[in-house]
């Protein structure tokens, strides 16, 4: 249920600050094989010297007249700051898909890795959307919180997410790739606990996953170790919604770390149905020791949070000419009301009838 306008209060309790890392102007990730040596040092052979060759050239002429010039360095612009973050994310840590961990960078396989905030810069507020920054992934959301389709490159499939696999800290959170209307993202929020998330495609995902073999995303959590220090912040927008959301990771004796966040929400969501349509929050806490060459984190997540549910809407098709259903406009309209906020269905399983509330 994203809001059309959201303004965000921000408090720190710490901060530090750091300058940009230079942008490298000359082509840096071709593959490396055969015969040419760039003045740096890379050396590529093969096909790969004669493309990095032509590749060096066109740069360094292209480069060149820039150099020559001593005008006073301008401020950086919003594709350039992209840049820079992009070339610190090939620097980032990688425990998902391998025995030992490693850099984006040196990874042998496909990994996609965001850090708290490209997350934030991303302006994706599920955790199906936030999918979309890997290729081949294809999110197909409900307009909410849940019963998202994930959709993987090569792999066919019509609902829920097969092929998929959601983990906090490498541990799956369910067993079951794909249960009906409840498929793993809608298990999990984007909060301020999560240091990054690493997105895997097929290859070791489904030895390091849970036997999903199309792919697997990995949120690592914050520590009171690696994230010292607070936020708290407050956001309201459009559809009557608000959210709170704060994080603390603070140091409890030598060798001892900890860390306590997550949020709370209201919305009316982007069909009103009369009633609140999200309801609900998230706390996540972590105990990280230190051991002889290693540590050991315990960590904890609760999540209870409801969320309407869109489904599909009546139109008529005049021989492909589409045209409101009477009495239910399909921009604005919704099933969900205080009219039928509390009914009364059949129980298939125990027989009899049951009550059940829209609004949970």
């Not at 990095?52 to 360094?60: E, K, N, R």
Request: proline share 6%; with cysteine.
């Amino acid at each position: 249920m994203t809001p059309d306008n959201t303004v965000t209060c921000h408090h720190f309790n710490s901060s530090s600050g750091s300058s940009a890392p230079a942008i490298r102007t000359t082509p840096t990730l071709l593959p490396a094989r055969l015969g040419h040596r760039r003045p740096d040092g890379v050396q590529f052979h093969g096909v790969a010297a004669i493309v990095a060759a032509i590749l060096g050239t066109a740069a360094s002429l292209a480069v060149a007249p820039a150099h020559a010039a001593t005008a006073p360095t301008a401020p950086q612009t919003q594709s350039n700051l992209s840049s820079a973050q992009t070339s610190q994310t090939l620097k980032e840590v990688v425990v998902t898909a391998t025995a030992l961990k490693t850099t984006q960078l040196n990874a042998s396989y496909n990994v996609v890795v965001a850090n708290y905030h490209l997350i934030q810069d991303s302006g994706n507020y599920s955790t199906a959307g936030l999918l979309k920054l890997a290729p081949g992934i294809w999110p197909e959301t409900s307009g909410g919180q849940t019963g998202a389709n994930v959709e993987i490159a090569g792999y066919p499939s019509s609902s829920d997410t097969p092929f998929f696999s959601t983990m906090i800290e490498g541990m799956p959170v369910y067993g079951t790739s794909s249960v009906a209307y409840e498929e793993s993202t809608s298990l999990f929020r984007i909060d301020d606990t999560i240091k990054n998330v690493q997105i895997v495609q097929g290859g070791p995902s489904v030895i390091f996953g849970d036997g999903v073999f199309g792919g697997a995303a990995n949120f690592v959590l914050k520590n009171g170790q690696s994230n010292p220090g607070g936020r708290m912040s407050m956001t309201y927008g459009t559809q009557g919604m608000w959210r709170l959301d704060g994080y603390d990771g603070f140091k409890i004796a030598d060798g001892w770390y900890g860390s306590v966040g997550g949020y709370y929400r209201v919305s009316n969501g982007v069909r009103n149905s009369q009633f609140p349509a999200i309801r609900g929050g998230q706390f996540t806490a972590t105990l990280k020791h230190d051991i002889h060459d290693g540590s050991v984190l315990a960590w904890a997540r609760f999540l209870d949070e409801s969320d309407q549910f869109i489904t599909d809407y009546p139109l008529i098709d005049n021989n492909g000419s589409y045209s409101a259903y009477p009495g239910f406009n399909p921009l604005t309209g919704t099933y969900n009301g205080l009219d039928n906020q509390i009914i009364t269905i059949p129980n298939q399983v125990t027989g009899g009838f049951q009550t059940a509330n829209l609004a949970n």
